[in-house]
């Protein structure tokens, strides 16, 4: 079955920090990539950080110098790393095998996306 699997989410205070992550099972996210993007209630879907195979990595500007991704091929899994979290940091996350999703609602009904899982950051 392929399918990508999030953990890490969670409640923290302002300032605080979470690790996410998505692992990938039954394929290789290698081809595609990894994109993360949330949603809060009554706002659209956001793009907030992705990698490619190569490595290269794009961030939003609301979460640069915030956020950061990387991976780890051997497990295939990509990570998450948000500090200096803010209360408008509160969604729910997803990771999905395409970097380039642009639609207002997520997860997508085509491609692979992970579960979601929820960031709670309380001021």
């Known amino acids: 079955e392929v399918r990508l699997v999030e953990a890490g989410g969670g409640s923290v205070q302002a300032g605080g920090s979470l690790r996410l992550s998505c692992t990938a099972f039954?394929?290789?996210?290698?081809?595609?990539?990894v994109g993360w993007y949330r949603q809060a209630p009554g706002h659209d879907c956001e793009f907030v950080s992705s990698i490619n195979s190569a490595g290269g990595i794009e961030h939003a500007e609301s979460v640069k110098h915030r956020f950061t991704i990387f991976q780890d091929n051997a497990k295939n899994t990509v990570y998450l790393q948000m500090n200096s979290l803010k209360p408008e940091d509160t969604a729910v996350y997803y990771c999905a095998a395409d970097r380039l999703f642009m639609g207002s609602e997520c997860p997508a009904s085509f491609g692979v996306w992970g579960q979601g899982t929820q960031v709670t950051v309380s001021s």
């Open positions: 039954g394929f290789s996210y290698e081809d595609s990539g």
